[in-house]
Structures are given as C-alpha cells and as structure tokens.
C-alpha cells in the first residue's frame, strides 16, 4: 500500500485513459499482461532496456513484450532492414515472398531438425495446428499435456489453463466435448506420463505429447533435466508424435532452442514471439519433411491433409522482421548475452532474499528468470492443488508487481523476468536497488 501514492500522483494520465477506454475496450485494455495492478499503465514509447508511459515515467522493461524481444524493444538495426523490405513489398501480398524462404532456411540452420516451417499467426494458432497435424499424422486423437502448462487459448488446449492458482485465469464458453480428448499428467512425472499413455491405449491411443522442455510456463515449474529424452523414449513405445511447444525458448535459450540444448529430437516445433523478431503475427510449425507434407498446399496425392489457413500469415513484415531478428541475435551472440545478464539478475536477487531473510525464491533459465513470492516453493510441490489452496496468493503477487514497477521495474505479473542484449550492468544494478527497496519493507 506504501507505494500506491505513486501511481495516484505519478500516473495520473494512465489512469484517466484507461478510464475512458474501458467505454469502448472491454476492462479498458487488451492484453491479459497489461491488466497491472492498480491499473494498467498506458505506454508511449518502448527502446531497448526501458518502458516510457505516456506521464513522462520511465521503467526498466522485463515483460519485453512477454518474450518476442531479445535484442531489446523496438530494435533499430532490425527496424531499418524491415521497413526497406516492406517499402518495396507493402505488409501483405496473400501470395509468396522470398522472406517467406529465407526466414524458413534461417531456421532450419539454427534447429536442423526443422526441416520444413509453415508460417501461422500466432503461438496458439501455431500450437493449434501441431496438434491437427500429429492427429491427421499418426490417425489417432487424443493429446497429452502437462497440467497447468500454456500453450495458448485454443478450445481443446486452454483446458486446465494457467497453474491454476486462482479463479483469475478459469476458462468458460468451452465445450466439454473439446477437451475430452485431451489428457494430463503432473509436471516432470515420467510414471504419470507412462500411466496417461497407457490409459490412452485403451482408448484409440495417442496422437501427440506436447511439452516446454524446461517445464510449464517457460519454466515456471521446473522440470527434471533429462525430462524431454524420458518423454521422447515414452514418444517413441507408444508411436505418439513429440512436440515442442518452443514459443518462449526458441533463439531465447541459444539459436538451437531447447531442442539444441537438450539435444533431444521433437517430431514438431512450435514457434511464437521471436520468429517475427518483435513484429506482429508471431507463429509457425516445423519438423521433418515426411510429417510437414500434411499441411503442404498443394495437394498430394495419397497423403492425408490437415487444413490450415490465415489471410495474413507468411506476409513480408513478418517474415523480414523473423529472418533479419533471428540473423542479427547470432550475429550478436544475444542469446548468450541476455542469458549472462538473466544469471546476474537471478544471483542478486538471491543475494537480497538472503540479506532480508525472506521465505521468497528465485531461478533462472538464462534469460528467463523466475521469482517466487508467494512463500510456495515450487521447486518442492508435489501437491496438484497447492495453489487453490492459497487464494490469496494472486492478491500478493500483484502487489508485488505494483511495488516493484512504483520502483522503475516492470516484470511479467510480478513473478518473471525476460531480460534482454539491452540489459547492462547499470539497468541490474537499478533493478536490484528496487528489489532491496520492496524486499526491505515486506512484512514478515
Ligand atoms: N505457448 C507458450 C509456451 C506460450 O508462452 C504462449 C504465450 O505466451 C503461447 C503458446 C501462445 O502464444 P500466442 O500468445 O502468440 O498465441
């Protein structure tokens, strides 16, 4: 409560904004991430490391968009060499172009195990078709996924949505007869997987696994390190397809996503977020030549077709944005980069929690650090409904976040970070002294 003056007297142009949007935007904004406590913050400008609002505010910016950034926002090199491209070719053409190709080449060279990329527009959509093509694939329906993981807001997917931690994230309008063909085991659990397999061999067997290899929500729960070779051994008995869902981890974790660094073998690749290199329509399948022909458009003879369609995907901004991004974030080792800058930001953080003696924990994939503050050790649940059992938990979270972003940070929901090449040591330094503000003044 000590830091909600800030947001009355410093963002007092936010506020009334959102307050005129929500006449015409249903709870005033969009996005499930800008739904900021006390309200959402209404941004004018984002570069590199730093968020500007639109009263003149400036934050050190870790949602980065929820991941789709890695060499910072609004990257100027990239933005030079897709508008030259888009200059010539206009945003959408509905027919081919040469980005088209080369963004499905750069790709294959980063993770040779996509052999082939279709464009979609977005993770979920992305996620949606690996799913149908595993079905017209193998000829079999039922799916299986990790409880509580996101791979988007699909029918058949959202199912047990978020960790569900509250009533905040409960899904309806989703036909029961969506979900019934989709199957869950507990994060990490090589038995319940076998056992979900095996229950599934009952009954028409099992089309796909689908998994982020370092574990549900980009790693929110972490999972064991030889967990995606267990499930590619389990995969491979029961004749399911593996996928990966890699829409946070692709070019984040190093070039080679999560699949390079485990170097365990997916049949499909889910791509979102940094395949369009920060731009709009953000989404892609890849895999092996024999399991893509399922969505070639021109039809083949004798081979069964899952039907995917889009109206703007595969269009030249995009495509440009992907191919210039991911070039640029090798050519910069920026993987590397954020990923050193993620381990400094995790070591200080730890570093505080220690100093303050606080219940709080914290980890880290490269890039991708995770902070836990609700006093719930992740790392140690075992209990499938711990979080319905805390439902004051969100409450505390966001409050959090809202202490934190009074300090000059905004992070992903009050408990992740995205860093970025952008970070320095002056902006973790920033960071930290936030944290030490917040930590310092938590009541035990
Ligand atoms: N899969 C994962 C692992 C994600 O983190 C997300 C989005 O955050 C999605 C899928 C959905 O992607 P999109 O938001 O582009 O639909």
Redesign the pocket.
Known sequence: ARYMKHFDEKCKGSKAMIEEAKKVIPGGVQHNLAFNYPFPLVVEKAEGAYLYDIDGNRYIDYLQA??PTLLGSNYEPVNQKVWEVVKESGPVTGLFHPYEMKLAEKIHECMPWVEMYRCLA??????MVAIRIARTYTGKQNIVKVGG?????SDQLVYSLHIPYTQTFEAHGIPKEATQNTKEFFPGDVDGLRKVLEENEKNGGTAAVII?PFGP??GTRPIAMDFAAKARELCDEFGALLIF?E??TAFRVGPGGAQGFFNVRPDLT?F??IVAGGYPM??GVGGSEEIMSCVAAGVKAGKKKAYVGGTLTANPLSCAAGYFAIDEIIKQDAARKAGENGDKLCDGIQALIDKYDLPFVTWNTGSIVHFEVSGVMYLSVTDPDIFKKIPERQHYIEEFGAALTANGVITLAGSRIYTSMADNDDTIAETLAAFEEVFSNVEK
């Open positions: 929820g991941g977005s993770g979920t959509e992305a996620d993981a996101y791979h988007g807001w982020e929500e980009s869902d829409v946070v889910v979102g977020k953000a989404g």
